[in-house]
């Protein structure tokens, strides 16, 4: 029996499927595997990315923390943030990359310190949003956690 | 007699009333539009609450059983030294009693809740509320304005984190969150809850229990939830918002256009008997005129 899952944000929902095979998915603890019958979990959600296997196909979704619960062969992502490969804006996330990285290669002490973590989060978000992008969907094979 | 003055006076007025009508309807459609705009993203928004509060309230549940003194701050309940609402408001008017409704209400709880703590503050977000609050001279713990027709997290952020800092650092002991509740389009209700501390939403119930694996820890995974369980009823209540003020602006400008068009057809009532006068006066001077230079 395949997984019935549900992508969420604040927002929108993002991605809704009942026949998912397999999902990939970052937790702050690593990276997971859920197929079908699935024990019962909570968990954090890391920045990355999430891929969803279904039949003849896989959906790759850039997520920026938040919530997954499996219980009974359902999924709910409760995604902070969550984008499709069509709708991350190559170009920005190019240059939110440089801005973060130019951030961290600057001064470090005083009030900088807490821009310090934002950067690094940052950097993140534009390092996942940029694989995604570049990984295309449809894209074979399972894709490498870093 | 009313004179051609007159007449012409009449005929201005009539002319600036229809104009008026147009403003009114015009925003009346533009309205409209927003308020299906603002009804559908809370529609959209409504799936996350629900499994959000679905979440919550199996983790809470599983936090509790765990370790009775490890609650988190958040849920914390004690004594209330101050008391904070935020209170949302529109940014604009034309809206009926929309905002002044709104207002009335949370003066109403700042009075209640006086007598029992030692400060009451308020929070407001929307032009109208803080604008009323400040005129009061009412202590505000911070304000947000210019929030847009279509707030989205962007405006929520700021707002969560000030409640929620200021709630863990003790300053404040207990949040409302005031909102003119959408029922329908005529209809909106100025509606207060409390926020924090979190009272955590009961479970389905029924279904029995299931053996969780938590990673990280229930406890942990709690302190991250509740934050974002503060936001999401924070962004319902502002979406919630955006859609009462849509609706009452677009009932208050049909009523504006109707009772516009009601004024034209009074005042052309008006001028058509004032031009029949004129012209009947000025026959009557010109039947006059001839019966005179006949009888000579």
Known sequence: MPLALSVVTQERTVLERRDVLRLIVPTTEGQITVLP????????????????????????????????????????????????????????????????????????????AVDLLRAQLALQRALVRLRVRRRRGGATGVPSAR | MAGAGAVRAVRNRIRSVQNASKVTKA??????????????????????????????????????????????????????KHFAFIHITADRGLAGGLNSNMNRAGATLALEQQPHVERVSALPVGRKGRDFFRRSGFPLLAEFTAIGDFPGMAVVLPIARIVIDDYSAGRVDRVFLGY???????????????????????????????????????????????????????????????ASEQSARMVAMRQATDAANDMVQDLTLTYNKARQELVTSELLDIVGGKAALEQQ
């Open chain 1, 37 to 112: 019958s699935h024990a019962p979990l909570m968990a954090s959600l890391a920045i990355g990315e999430l891929v969803v296997v279904v039949p003849g196909q896989q959906i790759p979704l850039a997520i920026h923390g938040g919530f997954i619960q499996v219980a009974r062969d359902e999924v709910t992502v409760l995604a902070d943030a969550a984008e499709h490969v069509e709708e991350i804006d190559e170009q920005r996330a190019e240059a939110a990359r440089e801005r973060a990285q130019r951030r961290l290669a600057g001064p470090r002490a005083g009030p900088e």
């Open chain 2, 27 to 80: 925003m009346e459609l533009v309205a409209a539009s927003k308020m299906r705009r603002a009804q559908e993203r809370a529609l959209s928004s409504r799936p996350y609450a629900e499994r959000m509060r679905a979440v919550l309230a199996h983790l809470s549940g599983y936090a509790a059983r765990g370790d009775a003194d490890a609650t988190h701050p958040l849920l914390q309940q004690r004594a209330v």
């Open chain 2, 180 to 242: 003119q509740r959408f029922v329908n389009t005529a209809l909106q209700r100025p509606t207060f809850r409390q926020l924090l501390p979190v009272t955590a939403p009961e479970g389905a119930g029924g279904a029995k229990p299931l053996d969780f694996i938590f990673e990280p820890a229930p406890e942990q995974l709690l302190q991250m939830l509740l934050p974002r369980y503060v936001e999401m009823q924070i962004f319902e209540a502002l979406l919630d918002a955006a």
